[in-house]
């Protein structure tokens, strides 16, 4: 039997992945430090100042600003995000979810999202899936981010469902482990390699079909 599926939002649902790159790149060159892809995939899924922090240390300027400075930093790279994701559409929802999304509410199924972005209703409204959501976990009152399992168990605690009767999926090594923490059965989309942790891999969202999961999650 499933309650529910808690949905990641960047890397999952749209990949916002790449505007999170785009400004964090804008925002290190100006101090100096250099990032690329590889690096980027550090901060999947992590919050937006455990990101600058990576970034600082990344660079080795961690002892270099004061936490004003930091802050400043942290609101500008958001500002750059916002106005790239503001001309975000429903054109920018990765193939198979808009079908996978309408079979598990179809079903009667519930549906929570589970992400460490505090834009995370402005891209929803953008895409128009706000409407799917049963539940969105709030990221601004999370206090671990992910690996912690927090915001999956704010998601669980919303839809008001058990974790051994729900699917969580990720795009991130450490959203896989949040995952697995609460509770729920993992499916990571990206990497077998790096989503080891994971109960089940999927390449990419096309394979994300509603059937194969639910006969998979009930053997
Ligand atoms: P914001 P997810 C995460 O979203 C992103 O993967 C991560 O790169 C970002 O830093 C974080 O949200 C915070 O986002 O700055 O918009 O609050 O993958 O958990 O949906
Ligand atoms: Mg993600």
Redesign the pocket.
């Given at each position: 039997m499933i309650d529910a599926f808690i949905f990641?939002?960047?890397?999952v649902i749209t990949d916002t992945?790449e505007y999170?790159y785009l400004a964090w790149k804008e925002l290190a060159n100006k101090i100096g430090i250099e990032i690329d892809r590889e690096f980027n995939e550090t901060?999947?899924?992590?919050?937006?100042m455990e990101?600058l922090e990576r970034i600082l240390v990344h660079g080795n300027k961690q002892n270099d600003f004061t936490i004003e400075e930091k802050e400043k930093m942290a609101n500008d790279k958001?500002m750059y995000?916002v106005s790239l994701i503001e001309n975000i559409t429903p054109k920018d929802i990765l193939p198979g979810i808009s079908k996978l999304l309408e079979n598990i509410k179809s079903n009667n199924i519930k549906i929570g999202l589970a992400?460490?972005?505090?834009?995370?209703n402005m891209v929803l409204n953008n895409l128009k899936l706000v409407n799917y959501f049963d539940f969105i976990a709030d990221?601004s009152k999370c206090k671990n981010s992910?690996p912690a399992p927090d915001i999956f168990l704010m998601a669980l605690k919303g839809l008001n469902v058990e974790a051994k009767n729900c699917i969580g999926i990720e795009?991130?090594y450490s959203?896989i482990e949040a995952i697995n923490t609460s509770g729920m059965y993992s499916v990571g989309v990206g990497d077998k390699k790096t989503l080891k942790n994971a109960n089940l891999v999927v390449e990419d969202t096309t394979y994300l079909e509603f059937d194969t999961l639910m006969d998979i999650f009930n053997k």
């Open positions: 990641d939002l960047d890397g992945a999170h901060l999947k899924g992590v919050s937006r990101s958001n995000y992400s460490a972005s505090k834009n995370a990221a992910k795009d991130a959203g």
